[in-house]
């Protein structure tokens, strides 16, 4: 694999990487992972996207990951060995979308050799029913890896991107055959006990053991940190208390909130179901650090090493950890050169516990040569 990163976050320089790229007759296809502070559009970058040859795939991230450092503006990009088979999913977001149906169009990955790279637009709803859906249809033979494009505007625009151009509110699916391994961390704990959601839709949690979301939410938090959230502040404060989702034989499945509704209700990223059961969740720096290395350890099990370390973590924990994040990096290092995104959202399937879009949550792959 052939990587390319630069920091500029200009056009024109990332325009020469890809041309370049693109050129090699050694190159089969490339993923672009890019800043959204870089201010790319569809109207500058999609003429550049679409006289590529070769299959592109990617997205735009609130961050990038190059080595021991993390980035706000600048671009990589990874020429690959293999060529990558793409398939979009557009309009995630519609509730007309029959998703089974769609998943079941990619049945003939179900006994494919190899890792599905996973990219989805981080504010569409019914993301969950998609990787649902995935599982049904390709069950666990296939590592997945991936996370949520977007921009900490947290507004919806085009960052999923591909050889059409920019595109919003999909799901991007590129198969590579090349073998992986993957571990997963997030080291977030219980502060509350056991609440349960009784009114939720998609990922918008409306009551709490029947009172409005972030009266429920307010108190606890506020008892626990001495400042209480609000709809002024709730960005700010909500950083350090997630949702945590129990569920049996696996991790806790973490749900980020990111805003308040003017009913009290609360948005997260990714869906949390009516009639689960939920804790609020604190961390400490030294135990998301920890946790961050777990994934790493369970990525390299058994001594495993790779062409690249591919690490999706959540835009969030930087937020959290501040510039303790440099410490998370170091703990995610090996001999392998590593990239990677701050995400809106990661996604995972390691062949053993059933695949998630999580939050908050490490999540480290390791490529091996095709």
Known sequence: MQVRFEATGTLAALTQILYALDAAPEVSGLLLLTCDDNGFS???????????????????????????????????????????????????????????????????????????LVFVDGFARRIGDLIGALFDHLGLGMNQIGGGTGSLSLRQ???????????????????????????????????????????????????????????VYREIVGAHGGIAPSPENFFAVAKAYP??????????????????????????????ASGSFVHILHGEAQALIAAAGKAAQGACAGGKTGQLRLFIDCISRVLFLGERFAEELAAVQGSEPLIGVLAIGEICNDGRDYPEFLNKTAVLGLFASP
Request: some cysteine.
């Open 243 to 272: 949702f945590g989702i129990y569920k049996l034989g696996s991790e806790v499945v973490v749900r980020d909130p990111i805003s308040v509704g003017a009913d009290g209700s609360l948005t997260c990223v990714g869906e949390v």
């Open 42 to 116: 569809a109207e500058t970058l999609d003429p550049v996207l679409r006289r590529l040859a070769k299959p592109v795939f990617g997205g735009i991230f609130p961050r990038i990951i190059f080595g021991r450092e993390h980035f706000a503006r600048g671009s990589i990009v990874v020429g690959l060995p293999v060529r990558p088979d793409v398939h979009i999913i557009e309009k995630l977001s519609d509730p007309a979308l029959d998703i089974d149906r769609a998943a079941a169009n990619l049945a003939d990955l179900r006994n494919a050799q190899g890792t599905l």
């Open 157 to 215: 625009k085009p960052c999923v991107i591909c050889n059409a151009g920019l595109q919003q509110d999909v799901a991007l699916l590129a198969h590579l055959q090349i073998d992986s391994s993957i571990g997963t961390g997030h080291g977030w704990s219980p502060i509350s006990d056991s609440i349960k959601v009784t009114a939720a839709r998609q990922n918008t949690i409306h009551s709490l053991n029947y009172r409005p979301a972030l009266e």
